[in-house]
């Protein structure tokens, strides 16, 4: 069993930066690949990031490349991802999810751990 707890999330103003941090329990989390995933009110959950367990291949939606950074510290058992030049239309709860099957899937439904979320909201 793994459990899954984000923090970083906030008030920003467009063009600003956040990090949000998905702080893992259980020594086979290193093993899991770990995903981003948000959702806006009333739409549906979105994929955003993805990273495998060895962190060697990475996975971003088109909206979000070459503005976020998904990484990982082995050390800490915690995923990161990295928010740059933030718009609008980032806003969304973000949840971190991680399975031990492999999966980059942009589908949620393969992914079998999920934390709480936690809220980014970017301003104009």
């Known amino acids: 069993q793994v459990q899954l707890v984000e923090s970083g999330g906030g008030l920003v103003q467009a063009g600003g930066s956040l990090r949000l941090s998905c702080a893992a329990s259980?020594?086979?989390?290193?093993?899991?690949?770990t995903a981003w995933f948000r959702q806006a009110p009333g739409k549906e959950r979105e994929f955003v990031a993805a990273?495998?367990?060895?962190?060697?291949?990475?996975r971003y939606v088109d909206s979000v490349k070459g503005r976020f950074t998904v990484s990982r510290d082995y050390a800490k058992n915690t995923v990161y991802l990295q928010m740059d030049n933030l718009k609008p239309e980032d806003t969304a709860v973000y949840y971190c999810?991680?399975?031990?099957?492999?999966?980059?899937?942009?589908?949620?439904?393969?992914?079998?751990?999920w934390g709480q979320g936690t809220q980014v909201i970017v301003s104009s």
């Open positions: 999810a991680a399975d031990p099957g492999g999966t980059m899937s942009s589908d949620p439904k393969p992914w079998n751990y």
């Open positions: 259980g020594r086979t989390f290193i093993s899991y690949t």
């Open positions: 990273i495998t367990a060895t962190g060697g291949s990475k």
